[in-house]
């Protein structure tokens, strides 16, 4: 995991942006802080956590750890509790994953596919493949290499993981539907931009481009106004 230079980002994105920088004078301190869950776990409820809402998705989380003996761990405060978290709650290795029957894990309302990425994501665990050695030694295209040769994982997964995983500073995912909205929106298009677009328009925002892209994220919960033509 690697840190990021709040203050260096900052100043940075303020100066060499200007619409950039209003944005930042708006949101205020960048308080995005990275996830410290085991990588496995979390590229695991990744998966789960892929085309549902985020009440279903947390039933079948709950459901898929409770298959699995965690010495009562995984039972002990469950998602509807308030005092429920995602870091106290115990999660399967993945020799216990690949061991687990699939008809049960299917059972416990993953789909075929789901399961099938899973225990696909387990055998590149187990194997060595992938670990946390790896990601801290990998540059950033090595490791959406890496992880997208596990099924059911592509790019914009791979980057999400790089960016509140890892906490690399300079990532761009131009696919993402949030961050593209907020461009069209902040700077002012017609039309959601292209990803040659997005790289042109966060070209300025290297080498802190993650910085740049929670900054846009959070536009749409304080409700930045729309600059004006």
């Not at 925002?205 to 106004?225: F, Q, S």
């Amino acid at each position: 995991m690697r840190d990021i230079d709040a203050g260096a980002a900052i100043r940075h994105l303020s100066a060499n942006d200007p619409v950039m920088g209003r944005i930042i004078a708006t949101v205020g301190r960048f308080a995005m802080r990275p996830d410290s869950e085991d990588p496995f776990r979390s590229l695991a409820r990744a998966i789960i956590f892929q085309q549902l809402s985020g009440k279903a998705a947390g039933t079948i989380y709950d459901r898929f750890v409770a298959l699995f003996d965690l010495g009562g761990a995984s039972g002990a405060v469950r998602r509807t509790d308030p005092a429920w978290s995602p870091l106290g709650q115990a999660f399967p290795p993945p020799t216990a994953v690949l061991a687990m029957d699939e008809e049960k894990m299917r059972g416990a309302g993953l789909s075929r596919q789901k399961t099938a990425s899973i225990r696909s994501l387990a055998g590149h665990f187990a194997s060595g493949e992938l670990g946390s050695e790896q990601f801290d030694s990998w540059e950033d295209e090595e490791i959406i290499a890496h992880l997208t040769r596990v099924r059911g994982i592509g790019r914009w997964t791979a980057e999400m993981f790089l960016i509140f995983h890892l906490h690399r500073p300079d990532v761009l995912p131009v696919n993402d539907v949030g961050i593209n909205r907020a461009i069209m929106k902040q700077y002012g298009l017609v039309a959601m931009p292209a990803p040659e677009d997005v790289r042109a328009i966060g070209s300025p925002w290297r080498p802190w481009a993650t910085v740049a892209c929670w900054y846009l994220w959070r536009t749409e919960d304080v409700r930045l106004l729309t600059p004006q033509a």
